[in-house]
């Protein structure tokens, strides 16, 4: 005991801090932004998706989103238009075709790729978005200003906002159905797949498979896992037949969605060293200037 | 003795042809508003998913807080640099920053969605947000603005406290706070001008750090980690200007002799701070190499060669002029280009510049909006009007030869 190193001592205050503080509480006060190998992802292959829509039913029912019966989506002609995210539906599937293969055509389900260093976590002024350790970019709406710098953020164009309410609008994107997951169910949208498009797992995991997939079948899929690298990483992981472009996939660079933004800011704020010295030099600009001028006068 | 300048509240009638239509802009613009309130922003903006900011952000906030750089910039010149011979110029340049500022907040909170949430960034704290980082200094910027303010109302107003009916009770209780205030400003003024500097140059810097995060989304010519150092050094440059601009306006709209010589001096600084602008502008695309973007005839390509020919390039030229910059003409031609440059480069980083990977239409402002940001200048207009006629701000010759203690602030 004596022997106690100073890692342990801490790793032991913090355990009896966190006991004190109430156990509903560990989960609040986890590191926020730190993230987790065990974080979950889903890996969607595009390949294997019909267009069937039952993912977007599910997930408006999951939210307590007005929607109509689940029959209705049979209806393809929705299709026929490139759709995207907003504040009625979370994840919509766009269909696109293409010359050489008309009779299949490809189906794509969008909705928010939950990145590992997310540009919207990033720039939301009131800290209202944060990623949790279990992989979700989940939105505060006790903190929201509803200022929409998190959708001039995000690289996938993803935050939807409610510009038709005057008071208390939301901003509105997948939560990767932060509520069930955490009871331990699966999110609305994978539980619903009758083609298991979806899979849900650990991220890790989720790789390990998609490459395996890409080994097995390199005839069916291209070699790019979309979301593997991209942004620095994302918890949704997309499997393709064809180029990510020809899918209106954004092309994007490895480095994190928030590039060099948080560089800058803490450059110009480095322990406020900056300011602090700018205001001594003006200051003492200031005093010499003055003095200067009062010697002139004391010698006229 | 020659003539003696002195901050005087100017006297006329406040009604004028001109000011009535000004009062219905700012009447129209205040309905749209209250629609705006009522209704949402959907209903009176043409903001959507694919365009989240508009010209209330890219206009009356990003270019508002550009054009009150008059304010830092002056504060700097006449305080820091002790040029008296400036200070006519410092009051009308920092009611100019002050009334700027105050509508540039105002702003901001009518294009939240929860504008009554304003305070939040108050107590929920994003140190990795750049907008948090705007937002804090702006507001503190603001508040020593209105610090700096009050030594113009104490010198208005001490021993001239003369409440209507029963508030007149309080006098005596106003008159002695003005003096109290009066005193520990005239001490202390200096933390507060050199804090407004600072606090100027912090936003306006991060202000252009904003854009950066939208990464892809933003046209090549004008994403480039450098836009923190572009947004302060063109914020630097359009503030001479804006003086100078406003003096002759001022001066135009009262009937008053322009302060030439004062403002030719001032007109002197511009081309080596324009110069460096322009510099950094071209250094920059030169090294990230986005030049070739000029060569695809674009909407994009052809504001930037507008913003840079007309903005900077033109008024550089005139303020180079040794003869052009004593003329009334040349000053006002001059400086109006660069505040249309710097307003232009604005409207460029926030607005044009930004290209969402999906797009359904392209923006374009609604009639509410436009009205809107027009309302607000037209109103800050106004209010420009109704300061100069209260308080001492703009300088008149005055045949008497007594100086007050308050000529000079911030001693």
Same mark, same amino acid.
């Given at each position: 005991m ?5 890692r ?16 509903p ?16 992802g ?23 989103m ?8 049979d ?25 050489d ?25 009131v800290?209202a978005?944060?990623k ?34 005057? #008071? ?7 939560? /990767? ?14 539980e #619903?797949?009758?083609?298991e ?11 390990d ?5 890409i ?6 899929y291209?070699?790019?896992i ?14 393709? *037949?064809?180029k ?7 092309k994007?660079?490895?480095s ?7 560089a800058?800011?803490h ?10 010295a ?14 200067r ?5 004391g010698?006229? | 003795m ?9 006297k ?12 219905? /802009? ?45 304010? /830092? ?14 200070h006519?110029?410092?009051r009308p340049?920092?009611l ?16 939240l ?17 750049v907008?948090?980082?705007?937002g ?22 001490i021993?001239?406290?003369n409440?209507?009916?029963f508030? *007149? ?16 400003l005239d001490?202390t ?5 050199i804090?407004?500097?600072v ?8 202000l ?8 892809p989304?933003?046209h ?21 200007p ?9 001066s ?13 001096n ?19 695309m030169?090294?990230r ?8 005839f674009s ?13 900077i ?9 040794p ?6 003409a040349?000053?006002?031609?001059g400086?109006a ?12 980083? /926030?607005?044009?510049?930004?290209n969402?990977?999906y797009?359904?239409?392209a923006?374009f402002?609604?009639?509410g909006?436009?009205?809107v940001?027009?309302?607000?200048v ?8 109704a300061?100069?006629?209260i ?6 010759p ?9 000529? #000079?602030?911030g001693?």
């Amino acid at each position: 005991m004596s022997k106690q190193t100073r890692r342990n001592f801490i790793k032991t205050a913090a355990v009896a801090g966190s006991v004190i503080a109430g156990l509903p509480q560990k989960a609040k006060a986890a590191p926020k932004n730190i993230l987790s190998d065990d974080r979950m992802g889903v890996l969607v292959d595009t390949t294997v998706c019909v267009g069937c829509r039952k993912c977007e039913w599910a997930c408006k029912t999951a939210h307590n989103m007005p929607t109509p019966p689940l029959e209705t989506y049979d209806n393809r002609d929705v299709m026929k238009k490139m759709r995207r995210p907003d504040h009625t539906s979370l994840t919509v599937v766009n269909e696109y075709e293409f010359d050489d293969y008309p009779k299949f055509p490809i189906d794509v389900k969008v909705q928010c790729m939950h990145c590992d260093h997310p540009a919207c976590v990033s720039a939301c002024i009131v800290g209202a978005f944060s990623k949790e350790e279990n992989g979700s970019v989940i939105w505060d709406t006790n903190k929201c200003i509803g200022c929409r710098y998190c959708m001039v953020a995000c690289p996938f164009q993803i935050p939807a906002f409610e510009y038709h309410k005057a #008071i208390q609008p939301e901003i509105k994107k997948c939560d /990767f159905c932060f509520g069930r997951t955490s009871k331990g169910k699966l999110p609305a949208c994978v539980e #619903i797949c009758p083609m298991e498009a979806l899979t849900y797992g650990r991220r890790k995991d989720l790789i390990d498979i998609a490459r395996r997939k890409i080994e097995l079948y390199p005839d069916r899929y291209i070699n790019h896992i979309y979301g593997e690298t991209e942004v620095g990483g994302t918890a949704w992981l997309y499997l393709a *037949s064809r180029k990510f472009e020809d899918l209106q996939f954004p092309k994007l660079g490895n480095s994190p969605a928030p590039g060099v933004t948080e560089a800058i800011q803490h450059g110009i704020f480095a322990y406020f060293l900056p300011p602090i010295a700018l205001y001594a030099l003006l200051g003492g600009v200031m005093w010499i200037n003055k003095n200067r001028k009062k010697s002139e006068e004391g010698e006229e | 003795m020659e003539d003696y300048m002195k901050p005087t509240p100017l006297k006329t009638k406040y009604f004028t042809p001109g000011v009535i239509v000004i009062f219905a /802009f700012a009447t129209v613009g205040i309905l749209f508003l209250l629609a705006r309130l009522i209704f949402g922003l959907g209903a009176v903006t043409n903001l959507s998913n694919q365009y989240p900011w508009g010209i209330w952000i890219g206009i009356d906030v990003a270019a508002g807080v550009a054009l009150a750089a008059g304010g /830092f910039t002056t504060a700097a010149l006449g305080h820091i640099m002790h040029k008296e011979e400036y200070h006519v110029i410092v009051r009308p340049a920092l009611l100019t920053a002050l009334l700027g500022y105050t509508f540039v907040a105002f702003s901001v909170a009518m294009d939240l969605g929860r504008w009554y949430y304003i305070w939040h960034p108050l107590i929920m704290w994003n140190g990795n947000s750049v907008l948090f980082e705007v937002g804090m200094c702006v507001m503190a910027y603001l508040t020593v603005l209105y610090i700096e303010f009050i030594p113009i109302v104490t010198e208005r107003f001490i021993g001239r406290v003369n409440l209507p009916g029963f508030l *007149s009770a309080l006098n005596k209780p106003v008159d002695s706070l003005l003096r109290i205030l009066d005193k520990t400003l005239d001490k202390t003024m200096f933390i507060f001008i050199i804090a407004g500097v600072v606090l100027s140059c912090l936003h306006q810097s991060s202000l252009g750090t904003l854009m950066v995060i939208a990464g892809p989304k933003m046209h090549p010519l004008w994403q480039t980690p450098i836009l923190p150092l572009l947004f302060l050094l063109s914020a630097i440059s359009v503030g001479f200007p804006m003086v100078i601009f406003e003096s002759l306006i001022t001066s135009k709209s009262f009937g008053l002799k322009p302060e030439l010589k004062v403002l030719s001096n001032l007109g002197t600084m511009v081309a080596p701070l324009l110069g460096i602008y322009l510099a950094f502008k071209l250094g920059d695309m030169v090294i990230r190499q986005t030049f070739v973007y000029l060569n695809e005839f674009s909407v994009e390509s052809v504001l930037f060669l507008i913003e840079i020919f007309f903005g900077i390039i033109i008024p550089l030229r005139i303020f180079l002029s040794p003869k052009l910059t004593k003329t009334r003409a040349g000053l006002f031609i001059g400086s109006a280009l660069v505040i249309f440059g710097v307003l232009l480069n604005r409207i460029n980083n /926030f607005i044009i510049a930004y290209n969402p990977p999906y797009k359904f239409a392209a923006y374009f402002p609604s009639i509410g909006e436009i009205l809107v940001t027009l309302g607000f200048v037209a109103l800050e207009i106004l209010l420009f009007r109704a300061f100069v006629m209260i308080f001492p701000i703009v300088s008149v010759p005055q045949p008497v030869a007594s100086k007050t203690k308050f000529f #000079i602030r911030g001693k």
